[in-house]
């Protein structure tokens, strides 16, 4: 059994990349489900399907910490805790569900695995093409989408101007951009020091990854003596080998 779980989660044949598909299906799955229900009521069937996703999470945590082959380590992972709390929030919705967005970290871990990233690229042209602006896309999507987590799980309830996840990104877009409209704020000391750490990331972090976004920081080109595959925007030799390379650019 050991050796069967290890080749769906590490492997590398045809059954295990399904399995990983199917994991990372499962985890947008469950970030879409945190989103819709914050803008329902949560009834008991919520509840219930809160319990099932709580326990498939737990089974996957257990199984990667039982084919973990260096186990003193697994517990010093932000991506371990973040499991831990997103399997809490599921089982014990009263406790606060709302920390499920956690969960969204672990997608995150899952797309930058070796395994899934080749995977992709075999899979998919556009994957190949694209990896830089692709890859940028999913930080700065995963960095809004925990950002914005965190407001809401630390103000719904709280705040009467947080009902729900739409709110909570409206405010993290509006500051992280710096726009700050004043129609939604962060209420008590905890909630002013919230916003001061959302302004001081959206300044830098986010800043970075729009950039990396609509500018990678690197171009795919294969110099023709060393075969190095990634350079500068305006480079006119290679960095390995000092060659010309001849790199494809619209100008200033």
């Given at each position: 059994?050991?050796?069967?779980?290890?080749?769906?989660?590490?492997?590398?044949?045809?059954?295990?990349?399904?399995?990983?598909?199917?994991?990372?299906?499962?985890?947008?799955?469950?970030?879409?489900?945190?989103?819709?229900?914050?803008?329902?009521?949560h009834t008991r069937l919520v509840e219930i399907i809160d319990a099932v996703f709580g326990l498939l999470i737990l089974t996957d945590?257990?199984?990667?910490?039982?084919?973990?082959?260096?186990?003193?380590?697994?517990?010093?992972?932000?991506?371990?805790?973040?499991?831990?709390?997103?399997?809490?929030?599921?089982?014990?919705?009263?406790?606060?569900?709302?920390?499920?967005?956690?969960?969204?970290?672990?997608?995150?871990?899952?797309?930058?695995?070796?395994?899934?990233?080749?995977?992709?690229?075999?899979?998919?042209?556009?994957?190949?093409?694209?990896?830089?602006v692709i890859l940028a896309t999913i930080n700065l999507g995963v960095f809004l989408f925990v950002m914005t987590g965190l407001i809401?799980?630390?103000?719904?309830?709280?705040?009467?101007?947080?009902?729900?996840?739409?709110?909570?990104?409206?405010?993290?877009?509006?500051?992280?951009?710096?726009?700050?409209?004043?129609?939604?704020?962060?209420?008590?000391?905890?909630?002013?020091?919230?916003?001061?750490?959302?302004?001081?990331?959206?300044?830098?972090?986010?800043?970075?990854?729009?950039?990396?976004?609509?500018?990678?920081?690197?171009?795919?080109?294969?110099?023709?003596?060393?075969?190095?595959?990634?350079?500068?925007?305006?480079?006119?030799?290679?960095?390995?080998?000092?060659?010309?390379?001849?790199?494809?650019?619209?100008?200033?």
């Amino acid at each position: 059994m050991h050796a069967f779980f290890t080749e769906l989660y590490f492997g590398d044949t045809t059954r295990a990349h399904r399995f990983r598909y199917a994991l990372l299906a499962f985890d947008l799955v469950t970030i879409a489900f945190v989103i819709v229900t914050s803008f329902f009521p949560h009834t008991r069937l919520v509840e219930i399907i809160d319990a099932v996703f709580g326990l498939l999470i737990l089974t996957d945590f257990i199984v990667r910490f039982a084919i973990e082959p260096h186990k003193h380590r697994y517990f010093f992972r932000f991506a371990t805790w973040a499991d831990v709390v997103a399997v809490l929030s599921f089982l014990a919705p009263i406790a606060g569900e709302g920390f499920g967005f956690l969960r969204v970290l672990r997608t995150l871990r899952l797309l930058h695995t070796y395994q899934l990233s080749l995977r992709l690229k075999q899979d998919f042209r556009y994957f190949r093409n694209h990896e830089d602006v692709i890859l940028a896309t999913i930080n700065l999507g995963v960095f809004l989408f925990v950002m914005t987590g965190l407001i809401y799980a630390t103000q719904f309830g709280h705040n009467a101007e947080i009902r729900n996840y739409a709110d909570a990104l409206y405010f993290t877009v509006t500051t992280l951009t710096t726009t700050g409209f004043g129609d939604i704020t962060l209420e008590g000391t905890s909630g002013r020091l919230l916003s001061v750490v959302v302004m001081i990331v959206g300044i830098t972090l986010f800043l970075r990854l729009a950039t990396a976004l609509f500018r990678p920081a690197k171009v795919k080109y294969a110099c023709q003596s060393c075969g190095l595959s990634r350079h500068d925007p305006d480079a006119v030799h290679c960095k390995h080998c000092g060659a010309v390379v001849r790199i494809e650019t619209e100008g200033a």
